[in-house]
């Protein structure tokens, strides 16, 4: 299995907590994410805005921080008129801010007592091909090109974040299985690259298209650069089951960061309905019990959702380090 700092950062914890939402938080702060580029057009315009929510979640408990990469690509940013060169130093910027955010976070902070932390990691987004077209069909997965294009256009991103000097990558919110196998013949050409595989789930036993989870995980059980498989954007009632799917097919770490309960209606491009009451401390218990070792929050979920993950985290690792030393 490929080195990585994930890993190493799990034989010291037993549940890490990641961040929440990126673009639903900078719209809070008042960002117009309107347009294909979504969050990603922020790291030309607003990049302290990306920082200050790294931050926000850094001092909310995260040990895992996600880049603004989701939806950035080489062609996004040339159709806005950018050189080819110019988009590479902007999506690589999008690892380079959260870096320096964790790398300052980390050296100013003031430890609590009893709060051992980790070091944060930073992970580099990789959304699916459907984010870039920005029509809702990463919910979908049903594409109108070849999978050899489909290979080729996760290289080419790929390419960029190995260049930024990327830690992890976290190819998420994928919705199909073959979207899952054209990620993983793209990150062959970087063999030193870790990543983890997080699927969007349409129900308690199937990815977005259809596909089972079970099939998804057993093929990704013996990819060594996939170090963590799990469930994003999803619903919070069907992220207990399709953990407990994953873990029989797979017993590589499983990661866990839902919606927080609104739907997403994709013609329109907005979010739907009430949010729905989430204990998110209780829930990391629950999903910690079904085998996920890496927890946090997508859509709609803020620093608030992040530290009552982290609070529980806390609670389940000292548990386990009492265990270990025989108390």
């Known amino acids: 299995m490929v080195d990585s700092v994930l890993l190493a950062a799990l034989t010291a914890r037993r549940v890490l907590t990641l961040d929440g939402a990126l673009a639903t938080e900078l719209e809070r702060h008042g960002a117009d994410l309107s347009g294909d580029l979504w969050s990603a057009r922020l790291l030309l315009d607003q990049p302290e805005l990306i920082a200050r929510v790294h931050r926000d979640y850094f001092e909310a408990g995260a040990d895992v921080a996600i880049t603004a990469s989701y939806q950035a690509s080489l062609a996004g940013f040339t159709r806005r008129g950018m050189t080819e060169g110019q988009a590479r130093v902007l999506i690589q910027s999008s690892v380079g801010v959260a870096v320096a955010v964790r790398d300052h976070f980390w050296m100013t902070r003031t430890p609590r007592a009893g709060d051992e932390r980790v070091r944060p990691v930073v992970a580099a987004s990789v959304g699916p091909y459907g984010a870039v077209l920005a029509d809702g069909s990463e919910y979908r997965g049903h594409y109108a090109i070849s999978h050899r294009e489909l290979v080729r256009f996760h290289q080419q991103r790929l390419e960029v974040l190995a260049g930024a000097g990327a830690e992890l990558l976290a190819c998420e919110t994928i919705p199909s299985k073959d979207e899952a196998v054209a990620l993983v013949e793209a990150l062959a ?26 099939d998804c995980a057993s093929f990704l059980h013996d990819q060594p650069q996939i170090v963590a ?23 590589k770490p499983l990661v866990a960061y839902p919606n927080s309960g609104e739907t997403y209606d994709s013609e329109r491009h907005s979010w739907t309905g009430p949010r729905a009451p989430v204990d998110f401390g209780a829930l990391t218990h629950d999903w910690y019990a079904a085998g996920a070792r890496i927890i946090g929050g997508c859509c709609r979920t803020g620093p608030a959702d992040i530290r009552e993950v982290s609070a529980a985290a806390r609670e389940i690792n000292n548990a386990w380090r009492r265990a270990a030393c025989g108390g």
Not at 191 to 196: F, G, I, N
Not at 231 to 249: D, F, K, Q, S, W
């Open 229 to 251: 498989v799990g469930v994003n954007c999803t619903a919070v009632p069907h992220v207990g089951p399709l953990l407990r799917a994953l873990a029989e097919h797979t017993d």
């Open 189 to 214: 050409g970087w063999p030193e690259l870790a990543a983890w595989m997080s699927f969007s789930a349409r129900n308690d036993t199937e990815v977005s298209d259809g596909t089972s989870i079970a």
